[in-house]
């Protein structure tokens, strides 16, 4: 157990829907990352939050937005979705200290399907 | 862009036999790190190296980083079933000083028989 809990676990849905993932992260961790992975592209970076504010964005759509509340907990918010949105989604946390490597904790992972 | 590339990409091997999974770029980076992911998990970090020609040892398996810190191997020594799992390459974007998120390889996924 990574300490990293999400949910749901699955969640099934139809095209032009809008879904909400949510991630907790370990105890103490500042950093957030969501991560897609799907078979033909792999294990994609979207964004990161650290402490509530946005660090960094990777390949993350328009229709996908994201947050972390003061509570550290984080929310992926897809709309408009399409068939090809269909993947597993990652949380993943991190102490977020410089200077050094910062393990990231996954957690177990939110299987999406589109229909 | 995809710059990290593993191989193979699929493995199926019986119990007690060894492999080597391989990571490489045409880029030159500061570590790599390799990550399990067994089905219905997220990537389980194994090891993070560092310095050119540098190995590390987890039990069974084998990391070492390529002198010229572009590529890296994984070997499994006498695999077991329970080695059995998605083995993922990655490289950590650094900016700031804080090392944010992780590019990884697309993997090689490995089946041990029994």
């Known amino acids: 157990d990574s300490g990293v809990t999400q949910t749901p676990k699955h969640l099934i849905t139809a095209t032009g829907q809008r879904v909400t993932l949510r991630c907790s992260p370990r105890?103490?961790?500042?950093?957030v990352y969501w991560y897609q992975q799907s078979l033909d592209q792999g294990l994609q970076f979207l964004i990161q939050?650290?402490?509530?504010?946005?660090?960094a964005k990777g390949n993350i759509l328009e229709r996908f937005s994201a947050q972390q509340f003061p509570d550290l907990h984080s929310e992926l918010n897809l709309s408009s979705l399409e068939l090809g949105d269909s993947a597993l989604y990652f949380c993943?946390?991190?102490?977020?200290?410089?200077?050094?490597?910062?393990?990231?904790?996954f957690g177990p992972g939110t299987r999406l399907t589109v229909l | 862009t995809q710059l990290l590339e593993q191989s193979p990409q699929f493995l199926s091997i019986q119990e007690g036999e060894n492999l080597t999974v391989y990571c490489n770029s045409s880029?030159?980076?500061?570590?790599l790190q390799w990550y399990r992911q067994e089905p219905g998990e997220g990537p389980v970090l194994l090891v993070t190296?560092?310095?050119?020609?540098e190995v590390k040892k987890l039990k069974r398996l084998t990391f070492q980083f390529g002198d010229a810190r572009k590529d890296s191997s994984l070997h499994i020594t006498a695999a077991q079933p329970g080695d059995t799992g998605l083995y993922l390459c990655?490289?950590?974007?650094?900016?700031?000083?804080?090392?944010?998120?992780?590019?990884f390889g697309k993997g090689t996924k490995l089946s041990v028989k029994p």
């Open positions: 939050y650290y402490n509530g504010e946005e660090r």
């Open positions: 880029s030159v980076f500061s570590s």
């Open positions: 990655a490289r950590a974007w650094n900016y700031g000083g804080s090392q944010g998120n992780l590019i």
């Open positions: 190296v560092v310095t050119g020609g």
């Open positions: 993943a946390s991190s102490a977020g200290r410089t200077g050094t490597t910062d393990t990231q904790y």
């Open positions: 105890s103490g961790d500042l950093s």
